[in-house]
Each structure stands twice: as C-alpha cells, then as structure tokens.
C-alpha cells in the first residue's frame, strides 16, 4: 500500500474498525488528516476529523485537530462546541493546565462575545 494513496488509507482504517483494532484505525484517520492537510484538501480533512472524533470522541488529539481546523475554517460556533468538549475532556483526565493552556489558545481565535465570555469565566 502506497502510503500516499489516500483511497487505500480510507478503506484500511475501515477495515481495522471492523476487526476492532482501534488504535491502527486512529493511525491511518491521523495520516490520513495529515496528508489531505498537506495537500491544502482542508474539507476532505475535516471530514476525516469528524469521522474520529464520532468513532473516538475521547480522543484528545482527535479534538484537537477539529478545533484546528475549525479554527482554519473559520466557523467560530464549531470551534467553540469542539473546545468545550476539549477542555471538558481534560479536566476529566485531570489534565488541568493542558485545558488552561487551551482555553487561552481558544481564546486568541475568532469567537463569540458569548463563547469568548464563557470561556474567559471557566
């Protein structure tokens, strides 16, 4: 397998889903967003992302790289839906100055008065 052959990624992440071997599946959806990023193919990316974050939604880096694209993408109510489920995430795992070091990220981007507020509060 060419590991530039995005179709051939797209169907060997399917595969280990359905063989159960999570962690192989994350990889390849990773590259995979990798790649299309690379290649400026930013939709394409974001729907891999989404496919991640719907099959692992407590992936931190899965999250991430939504809020990222988001970010890119410019939709700030998207951007903030995905950032609370990021920082609610760490505070979970414990995780308290990786969600503060988000939060500020978060808020340098183009949100809301409202979701600027709320994240300036939490």
Known sequence: LDP?????LETR???YI??????????DLFYLMDLYE????IVACQKIANQAVELFPQDE???LKMCFLQARLGAPNHLAAYGR???ELCHQQGLHERANS????LLRQNLTLD???EFEVS
């Open 4 to 8: 530039q052959h995005t179709q051939g």
């Open 13 to 15: 992440w399917r595969l």
């Open 102 to 105: 988000y939060r500020r990220w």
């Open 18 to 27: 359905k063989l159960e071997e999570n962690e192989a599946a994350k990889d």
């Open 85 to 87: 489920k990021l920082l």
């Open 38 to 41: 690379r290649e400026k193919q």
């Open 61 to 63: 880096r899965a999250l």
């Open 115 to 117: 979701d600027r507020f």
